[in-house]
């Protein structure tokens, strides 16, 4: 199995936990059914689609220079946590990071598919 169906597959089964807490605190509740299997789904997608978000994000780079400023302010604090005497520079910081970034694609498709199904959940609770 491919790297990009493993991501997709733990993504998909991640939500699916999400949804399965929110469906069991809402079934506490009394609520319908239908509503409950509803506002799982919905929970999920936005949880999926928020931190793929991010993910996409980041992986354009916009936190980077944050992330150089945290090291080297923490760095010059701790010197316990410089590795070797030369300061990394702000362009190979960025390019190490970008060597060790993963893609957003996997999770920003499995909170379309608990959005699409979250969707047709509340189709079924309208209509029922």
């Known amino acids: 199995m491919s790297e990009k169906k493993k991501d997709l597959l733990a993504n998909l089964l991640f939500g699916a936990v999400i949804a399965a807490a929110v469906f069991a605190l809402n079934m506490s509740r009394d609520y319908e059914v239908t509503r409950c299997v509803c506002d799982g789904l919905f929970v999920a997608a936005v949880m999926l689609l928020g931190i793929g978000g991010i993910r996409a994000v980041r992986n354009k780079g916009a936190f980077d220079v944050m992330g150089y400023g945290v090291k080297n302010a923490l760095e010059t604090a701790i010197p316990l946590l410089r590795h070797g005497n030369e300061k990394e520079t702000i362009d190979d910081y960025r390019e190490r990071k970008t060597e ?20 047709a959940a509340l189709a079924l609770y309208y209509i029922l």
């Open 100 to 119: 060790a970034r993963k893609g957003s694609r996997g999770i920003l498709l499995a909170g379309a598919v608990y959005f699409v199904l979250s969707l």
